[in-house]
């Protein structure tokens, strides 16, 4: 039954919305084909203004329109009630007048259905809006009744829904009910602040802790790196092609070049035998690391010591931190170019090694050959041991090689030589903590 009647009641609703529409359709229309009646009758006034004027007559009828003649028909003096009734046109103006009067017809009609429709829609957007605020107070209202306003998901919903003219009972209950939602969201708001500034202090220790961390050891990131990365930002300036068995004059700028690392590093001889002096050479290239029975200069027999950083941090500004990084890529036979006093000296790989720090008796031994030793730190990023890379000269010829005065009698034999020295081979840069544990106690 309720859907029988609930179907009639729609078809009733549809015929009396489809009777409403026609109704005002029809009321348009008369009021369409009223405007139009008076502006044919308009036209007619100016068209025959105009043949009067193009037959050169300055008759009344120019001016106004002549009264129609009691004996004329009734059918005559009435105005076609529709544009099929209207005369057709007999000439150019007539035709241009007329196609003028169809358009205003048209677009009168077109803007009758535009008001229309956009009234109609309007309305029915505004009736929708009515009913769904007052099924929302409907709602706030019956929350209340039931005891479950405090149910009510959003507060803003509470705020924006209250009714227009509540009961003073409805009114406390409101009331009540929005201090409590108040004074829920202000404790869990403080809850959660409470929630962030305890845990604020430790992701400060967190941070503090990264920074130290990475200004500790961010060399061991960057080391294996740098090792593949042209060391001393140098370019290949030809270094890979020089010619090992040619004996080549160069200017007076002591450098050494590895081609195979593209190292192109400038070389301090000469340097005093301790820490501070060989640090400071080390900022501006490698230096030579010069202990009795190692001091050899290139060309000479004996051993010519050169050493320099594989790792610094990154926030160091020494360009030259990195320059020895690739020295565990070097292998047997790879060359090795030292340009010292305006000539050019070749040696060629021949053996790795590596040792602890204090180790320097590894440096000295007996030998009838120009050989050259290259010192690092290592592992990369450390100065737990030293990598010693050895090579013996083969350009210029090593038979045509001086003696060094200062080397004789100098050897230490190995298996004493921790025991009668104390030198420590040259190291990296400092670390984070060394330079403040130096700073703290002096020691620069």
């Not at 998901?153 to 924006?160: H, M, R, T």
């Not at 004996?247 to 070389?267: E, S, Y």
Request: aromatic share 8%.
């Amino acid at each position: 039954m309720d859907s029988e009647k609930s179907g009639q009641f729609s078809s009733s609703a549809k015929n009396s919305e489809d009777r409403q529409r026609q109704t005002a359709a029809d009321i348009a229309r008369k009021k369409v084909l009223a405007a139009y009646n008076s502006n044919a009758q308009n036209t007619e006034k100016s068209a025959s203004i105009t043949r009067n004027f193009n037959t050169g007559k300055t008759t009344q009828s120019t001016v106004q329109t002549q009264p129609i003649a009691k004996s004329q028909p009734q059918a005559a003096q009435s105005t076609p009630t529709s544009y099929k009734q209207t005369p057709i046109a007999t000439n150019v103006t007539e035709k241009r007048d007329a196609a003028k009067e169809w358009q205003k017809y048209h677009s009168a009609w077109q803007n009758y259905y535009q008001k229309y429709y956009s009234e109609y829609y309007a309305k029915a957007a505004q009736n929708y809006v009515n009913t769904e605020t007052e099924k929302a107070k409907e709602k706030v209202k019956s929350d209340y009744r039931n005891k479950n306003l405090g149910q009510t998901a959003d507060l803003s919903l509470i705020i924006e829904n209250l009714p227009n003219n509540p009961t003073d009972e409805e009114e406390q209950g409101i009331m009540k009910s929005l201090k409590q939602k108040v004074r829920e969201k202000a404790v869990k708001k403080a809850s959660h602040n409470r929630k962030i500034k305890r845990y604020i202090p430790i992701i400060a220790g967190i941070t503090a802790i990264l920074v130290i961390l990475f200004l500790q050891y961010n060399r061991l990131i960057f080391a294996p790196i740098m090792a593949y990365v042209s060391p001393g930002n140098s370019n290949d300036s030809g270094i890979t092609a020089l010619d090992p068995t040619v004996t080549t004059a160069v200017g007076q700028d002591n450098r050494l070049m590895i081609p195979k690392l593209n190292v192109d590093v400038p070389v301090n001889f000469n340097i005093p035998n301790d820490e501070a002096s060989i640090n400071n050479a080390m900022e501006n290239g490698v230096a030579q690391f010069a202990i009795p029975g190692a001091n050899a200069m290139p060309g000479e027999i004996g051993n010519l010591v050169i050493t320099g950083h594989s790792a610094g941090d990154i926030y160091s500004n020494n360009q030259y931190k990195f320059i020895f990084s690739g020295l565990e890529r070097l292998s047997v036979g790879d060359l090795i170019y030292i340009d010292y006093q305006g000539t050019r000296y070749t040696y060629s790989v021949t053996g790795f090694k590596t040792v602890e720090p204090s180790n320097v008796a590894a440096l000295i031994y007996e030998t009838n050959k120009p050989m050259l030793t290259l010192i690092t730190c290592t592992p990369l990023g450390t100065a737990r041991y030293r990598l010693l890379v050895s090579a013996e000269q083969i350009n210029p010829a090593p038979s045509g090689a001086t003696q060094n005065d200062q080397n004789q009698g100098e050897h230490i034999d190995d298996g004493s030589a921790n025991e009668s020295t104390t030198e420590v081979m040259p190291k990296n840069e400092p670390t984070f903590f060394e330079r403040i544990w130096n700073f703290l106690t002096g020691n620069n």
